[in-house]
């Protein structure tokens, strides 16, 4: 059963110093047992205040490559692009943030293909995985539709894939590409990071209903050994 630690703070701005420095020792740790280090960081809106913190942290930067959880099949610099978002504040440091969806794809599927192929020359597993949980209960883009079994249960070899969430979600209607369920559970180090009451009871009923949960997050967590660390605020 997975090991799961909730760290509750009293607002997001304590929540972003403390997942700032957590993410900051386990890269620091990744570097000194590796040389380098490769992470996978949520998109959204949650965790960026804690990324601008991480981006003051004295690092050797060129050895980290940084690659969304999950992406949206736009164009680069599109608002919707998470790795424009990381871009923006790690490139400056000098990490390698590296985008996972091509810019002339025919389609979503084609996408998945692209980012899964590109995935497979990063060291693995991951050294990290920072996931945010939507309020139905998505994590990275493992959305209810088409392609979630696929997400969830295909090959342990599967890093990356095209998924169309349906319903399409109202602050992203678009096609994305998404860790697979096998990408995160394997990472070295996995943690949550989310605000809000709501998102916080449906990440408790989908920690508890594990591998039946109607939470995918609940789905992509259940029989993760490791322990994972929960920042939340209010
Ligand atoms: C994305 C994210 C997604 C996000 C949740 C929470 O591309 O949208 O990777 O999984 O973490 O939707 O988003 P907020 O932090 O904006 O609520």
Redesign the pocket.
């Known amino acids: 059963m997975t090991e799961i630690e909730w760290w509750d703070y009293d607002d997001a701005g304590e929540l972003a110093d403390a997942v700032a420095g957590d993410v900051q020792f386990v890269i620091e740790s990744a570097l000194d047992a590796r040389g380098s280090a490769v992470i996978a960081l949520?998109?959204?809106?949650?965790?960026?205040p804690a990324y601008e913190k991480l981006a003051k942290a004295k690092l050797d930067w060129k050895k980290v490559t940084i690659i969304?959880?999950?992406?949206?099949v736009v164009p680069l610099g599109d608002p919707?692009s998470?790795v424009t978002a990381l871009a923006k504040i790690f490139l400056p440091k000098g990490a390698r943030v590296m985008p996972i969806v091509p810019q002339a794809v025919p389609d979503y599927k084609a996408a998945g293909r692209s980012a899964d192929a590109l995935m497979q020359d990063l060291h693995w597993p991951l050294d990290f995985c920072l996931?945010?949980?939507?309020?139905d209960g998505?994590?990275?883009?493992?959305f209810p539709g088409p392609d979630f079994d696929e997400a969830l249960n295909g090959p342990k070899e599967r890093r990356a894939l095209g998924v169309m969430p349906d319903p399409l979600?109202p602050?992203?209607p678009v096609a994305?590409v998404?860790l697979s369920r096998a990408s995160i559970v394997s990472a070295r180090a996995v943690m949550i990071?989310?605000?809000?009451t709501a998102?916080r009871k449906v990440l408790e009923q989908a920690i508890d209903q594990g591998p039946s949960s109607a939470y995918p997050i609940g789905r992509v967590l259940a029989d993760v050994e490791l322990p994972i660390d929960i920042h939340w605020a209010p």
């Open positions: 949520a998109g959204g809106k949650t965790p960026f969304p959880t999950d992406e949206r919707l998470n996931l945010g949980v939507g309020g998505h994590t990275a883009s493992i979600p602050e992203a994305r998404t990071a989310l605000t809000g998102k």
